[in-house]
């Protein structure tokens, strides 16, 4: 079965200091791969994909993934984190079932930025 | 550029009661998506439609009916509901087809907060 896992609820860091959430996938094939926030009682909000090409993938608010095919992981970082970065964040997979594709997500890891 | 919007944005029910989630979307994409959120369970796909007058089973349909009679909605149906379908529910769109800029990027609403009592 083709999924994708976060192994940490939640990941405390101090304001300042470098970030990174865990991604480890299971696919068939090349994998799509993206990172998605979630403020609170807000929807999911876009912040990178891998798709193909360089294994470092910047996006948005300073964000970027390293896409590792051995490990098969994708790892979410920020070198610096920022209060306003606490929010709860989401792996995602594009897997194909009966000839279409849909997106299959993590069960969220909470990050915690620390004052 | 409203994007995707879910309607109610809360709703209480009784078991056994029936209720439909309106999703609209207002950027043309092919696929829709409704998903629930639980603690500790991520988002968890109920049903998705790969274009109008499709629908096809996600992970968790059970309890759950969809109809896409045009292509910018998208209905969420509970029959009859169970405590058990208490969660917020998430409708996301892409554009879907292969070769497009962003069709693999699925663009959210803002969730509806269903309680069943």
């Known amino acids: 079965a083709q999924s994708v896992a976060q192994p940490e609820d939640q990941v405390n860091v101090a304001e300042g200091n470098p970030l990174t959430v865990k991604c480890t996938y299971s696919?068939?094939?090349?994998?799509?791969l993206f990172w998605y926030v979630q403020y609170p009682n807000r929807g999911l909000q876009f912040l990178l994909k891998?798709?193909?090409?360089?294994?470092l993938v910047k996006g948005s608010y300073g964000f970027e993934a390293e896409f590792n095919k051995s490990q098969t992981s994708f790892h979410l970082k920020k070198p610096s984190a920022l209060v306003s970065d606490s929010a709860l964040y989401f792996c995602?997979?594009?897997?194909?079932?009966?000839?279409?594709?849909?997106?299959?997500f993590g069960t969220g890891t909470k990050l915690q930025v620390i004052p | 550029n409203a994007g995707v919007t879910q309607t109610p944005k809360f709703r209480v029910l009784k078991t056994g009661q029936s209720m439909t989630l309106l999703c609209a979307q207002d950027?043309?994409?092919?696929?829709m998506y409704w998903y629930r959120q639980d603690p500790g369970m991520g988002l968890r796909l109920i049903h998705y439609?790969?274009?109008?007058?499709?629908?096809a089973k996600g992970e968790v349909p059970d309890g759950y009916n969809v109809s896409r009679l045009k292509k910018q909605n998208f209905l969420l149906g509970l029959e009859s509901a169970a405590p058990s379908q208490t969660s917020v529910y998430f409708c996301?769109?892409?554009?879907?087809?292969?070769?497009?800029?962003?069709?693999?990027?699925?663009?959210f609403g803002a969730g509806s907060r269903l309680t069943v009592l």
């Open positions: 996301a769109s892409s554009q879907g087809r292969q070769g497009i800029s962003g069709a693999n990027v699925l663009t």
């Open positions: 696919v068939s094939g090349n994998p799509y």
């Open positions: 995602a997979v594009r897997v194909y079932s009966g000839g279409y594709q849909k997106v299959t």
């Open positions: 891998y798709i193909t090409g360089d294994n």
């Open positions: 439609s790969v274009g109008e007058g499709t629908t």
């Open positions: 950027m043309n994409h092919e696929y």
